[in-house]
Structure formats: C-alpha cells, structure tokens
C-alpha cells in the first residue's frame, strides 16, 4: 500500500475494515477511482482533478456486476466531441437535479467485474478502495467475491460493499438477502459491508447482516422518489422511479443511523445521506455513527456549476482536514418513554 506517514497516524479501523481516515466516499461517484478519458472523467467527478482520491478514508467504486451492464446509461468513457449533444440528452433522463437533491436511474451501468479487475483497478492502487458489488442472486454475489478474492489479495483494499438496496435496477432485493450473506460473506477474503435502503427493513436486515458475520453497514442508499413534468405527466427519468440523494435526504440519513444505534445494532456504520459540511459529519457522528461519507457533494451540480470544481475541491479538502481532526464523539443517549 503507497501512502504517507501521515496517512499511517490518521489510520481508522472499523472491525477489520482499515481506512486511511473517516472521511471515504461514496458508490460511485467518482467512478471506478480513475478515469480512461483525459480531458472529460466521466463518471469522475471534476473535483477529484484537484483533490488527490489518496486523501479519503476510501473510494467506494461505482456498483460492478458479473457483466458489464448498460443500465439507463451507458458503461462508455471514451466520447468524441460529436457525441456530446446525444449524450447529455441521454443524461439528462438518468440525472435530474431536484429541490434540495438529485434523482438519478442510472441502473448500474458499469464495465462488469472484469474489465474493473483488469483496466482500472491496478491503476487505483495509492488508494484505498472499497470495491462496491451488485447482483440479482446470490450466485452472482458468490461469482464477483471469488472474482475479487482471485484478483485482489487480502489487505489491499479496505473491503467490498454489498448493494443490495438499489432502486433503479427495479429488483426486490429483500428476496435474496439472506441467501446472499449466508452463501457470499463467508466466501469473501476481504471484509463485507452492508449498504442499507431507508425504504427497506433495515434494522431487521442490519441484524441479518451481524448475523452473518458482516464486518460493517453503510447508511443510506438513495431514496426510493419520482418526479413527473407538470405538463405532461411524463416521468423525468427514463426509468420512471429514481434513487434521491444529497442534502434532501439527510434527516433520513440520520434518522436510520440513529434507529439502528437505538435498536442495538453494534456494527460500525458509514454513513452516507446529504453529507455536504464538517458540520453535517459531526451531526452524523452524534447520531452514531463511526465514519461518514461524500455522495453527492463530490459529484453532483449544475452544468455550469461544474466550473466551480477548484472551489469545491478546496472546500472538500477542508472537510477532510477537519474530518481528520475530529475524534469520535460520544453518542447521544435516546430519551426513553
Ligand atoms: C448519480 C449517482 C449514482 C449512484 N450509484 C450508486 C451505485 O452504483 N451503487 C450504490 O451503492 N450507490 C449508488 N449511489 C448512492 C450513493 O452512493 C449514496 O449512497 C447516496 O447518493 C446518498 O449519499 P448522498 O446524499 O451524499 O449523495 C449513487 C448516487 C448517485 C447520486
């Protein structure tokens, strides 16, 4: 593992998941960790051009599966300048920015676990990574852990993350949970998260997963949401139903976090849900949980918000420096009734 001596002291274990400090990423929003295309990183937020992914806690690639998937999108990074007018219309029915937040469908679109293993994944190795894992049984699970297991040796990535809670893939996911744990997780060389739904059970499927001998939780997912034109009753996304993300979520975010900590759940949780300030990283600690992670805040704007990518990286840079500096809170204690 290629990091500084910094880094080292900051060092944060969750169980056995190491991180490089509290302050990872979440599922793809910056991509697979590194980009094939110079000039436009798609997939790769424009601010990880200015802040080093060596930074964070972890990245958590975007969702792979056994193979690659074109979802509502497209698994391409490499677009002529000709393409573009057809792309953002394509984009503009898998993305929308809403109040407070953002919908997307983009239905795991992704090169598939191979093509992960092999391009881009050697190309991340000064990071630490958790390799986020999406399939429709557990037999495509047990199939991508052994795929991991065989290509990635133990320790050098901090775990892989199992999506189980997606909405734009329009699969019950709660139909297969307990046989992905029981036949997965005890497979896997590297530790297991768990990513949880707010609009699943999911402090029955948090039990589940201690079961099973998970080693930690993410919460949130997106929120299951739909928006319609007011002209026309036609959906925004392509998909009809999308996944809500950024600071729109957040009270849900801590909502779960907090639920899961109340309901004696003790596996450490990343969270993820509207994160945007050091002060939104505190409320969540306060909540209960053990790291916190940046979804939207490290991807998502306008277009011509984008230009402002420099800014934003300093800020995000901000964040993790204080992040850094934070020590782990005590947890609130719950009224009783
Ligand atoms: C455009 C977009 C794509 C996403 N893709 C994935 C994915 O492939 N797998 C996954 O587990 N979560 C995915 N998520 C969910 C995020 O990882 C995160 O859990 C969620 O957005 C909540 O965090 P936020 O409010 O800070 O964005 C995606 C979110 C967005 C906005």
Redesign the pocket.
């Known amino acids: 593992m290629l990091h500084t001596r910094n880094q080292e002291r900051d060092e944060v274990r969750l169980g056995d998941i190491v991180l490089r400090n509290r302050l990872v990423t979440?599922?793809?929003?910056l991509g697979y960790g590194v980009a094939n295309a110079p000039l436009v990183p798609y997939g790769m937020s424009p601010v990880s051009l200015f802040v080093p992914l060596s930074e964070f806690g972890a990245v958590?690639t975007?969702?792979l599966t056994v193979e690659p998937r074109e979802g509502h999108f497209s698994t391409r990074d490499d677009y002529r300048l000709t393409e573009l007018p057809g792309l953002l219309r394509r984009y503009g029915r898998v993305?929308r920015g809403v109040d407070g937040?953002?919908i997307?469908a983009?239905g795991?679109c992704n090169v598939g676990i191979d093509a992960y293993l092999r391009d881009y994944h050697p190309r991340t190795r000064d990071q630490r990574t958790i390799i986020?894992l999406?399939g429709f049984s557990a037999a495509e699970f047990v199939t991508l852990v052994d795929r991991v297991n065989a290509a990635v040796p133990a320790g050098e990535i901090a775990a892989v993350?199992f999506?189980v809670s997606?909405h734009n893939v329009n699969f019950d996911f709660s139909t297969i949970l307990q046989d992905v744990l029981d036949e997965a997780v005890p497979r896997s060389n590297h530790p297991v998260i768990l990513?949880l739904s707010p609009d699943y059970d999911y402090l029955r499927n948090a039990r589940q997963a201690a079961r099973a001998g998970v080693s930690a939780l993410t919460a949130?997912?997106?929120v299951k949401a739909l928006r319609l034109d007011p002209r026309t009753g036609e959906p925004f996304l392509s998909n009809r139903y999308g996944?809500l993300?950024?600071r729109a979520?957040k009270p849900i975010g801590l909502r779960v976090v907090s639920e899961l900590r109340e309901s004696g759940v003790t596996l450490p949780i990343i969270a993820?849900?509207?994160?945007r300030t050091v002060a939104d990283c505190r409320e969540y600690f306060w909540a209960g949980a053990d790291a916190v992670s940046?979804?939207?805040?490290v991807w998502?704007a306008s277009y011509p918000g984008y230009a402002l990518a420099p800014l934003r990286a300093l800020h995000v840079r901000r964040v993790l420096r204080a992040v850094r500096r934070l020590s782990p809170q005590p947890r609130v204690s719950v009224p009783s009734h």
Do not use: P, Q, V, Y
Not at 26 to 29: A, D, I, N, P, T
Not at 272 to 275: E, Q
């Open positions: 979440s599922s793809s929003l958590t975007r969702t993305l937040g953002w997307n983009f795991w986020s999406g993350e999506n997606c990513k949130i997912n997106t996944g993300s950024g979520i993820t849900g509207g994160i940046l979804g939207s805040a998502l």
